[in-house]
C-alpha cells in the first residue's frame, strides 16, 4: 500500500520560515518525481516545486528565490524549505509523487492528505 505523509505545516508570521516534509512508503522512492502542489480557497491546484529521480528541480514563478525542495532517498523522504513566507503562500500543501510510463509500464501519480500552511500575523 502505497503511503505518502506530510508533515511540517503550521502558522508562521509573514517572513518566517517553515520546512515541510513528506514520507513516502510502498514505492521505490528514488525512481518517482517528488513534488509539492498547493490549493488555496477557491483557486486552482498548482505546483510549488518538484525534484526529478536526477535532481532536477523546477520552482513554480511565485515562489522561485524563496522555496527550496530536497529529496533524500534513504529515507524516502522529499522535503521543502520555505523562507520569507508571505501571506499569499497560505494554502493546503501536498505531496505527490509520481512515474511516467513507458513504452512497457504503466505511470503511477500518488497524492499525500495535505497539510495546511497558514501565513498570518
Known amino acids: 500500500q502505497v503511503q505518502l505523509v506530510e508533515s511540517g505545516g503550521g502558522l508562521v508570521q509573514p517572513g518566517g520560515s517553515l520546512r515541510l516534509s513528506c514520507a513516502a512508503s510502498g514505492i521505490i522512492f528514488s525512481m518517482y518525481t517528488a513534488g509539492w502542489y498547493r490549493q488555496a480557497p477557491g483557486k486552482q491546484r498548482e505546483l510549488v516545486a518538484d525534484i526529478t529521480s536526477g535532481r532536477m528541480t523546477k520552482y513554480g514563478d511565485s515562489v522561485k528565490g524563496r522555496f527550496t525542495i530536497s529529496r533524500d532517498n534513504a529515507k524516502n523522504t522529499v522535503y521543502l524549505q520555505m523562507n520569507s513566507l508571505k501571506p499569499e503562500d497560505t494554502a493546503v500543501y501536498y505531496c505527490?509523487?509520481?512515474?511516467?510510463?513507458?513504452?512497457?509500464?504503466?505511470?503511477?501519480?500518488?497524492w499525500g492528505q495535505g497539510t495546511q500552511v497558514t501565513v498570518s500575523s
Open positions: 505527490n509523487a509520481k512515474r511516467s510510463p513507458t513504452p512497457t509500464v504503466r505511470g503511477y501519480d500518488y
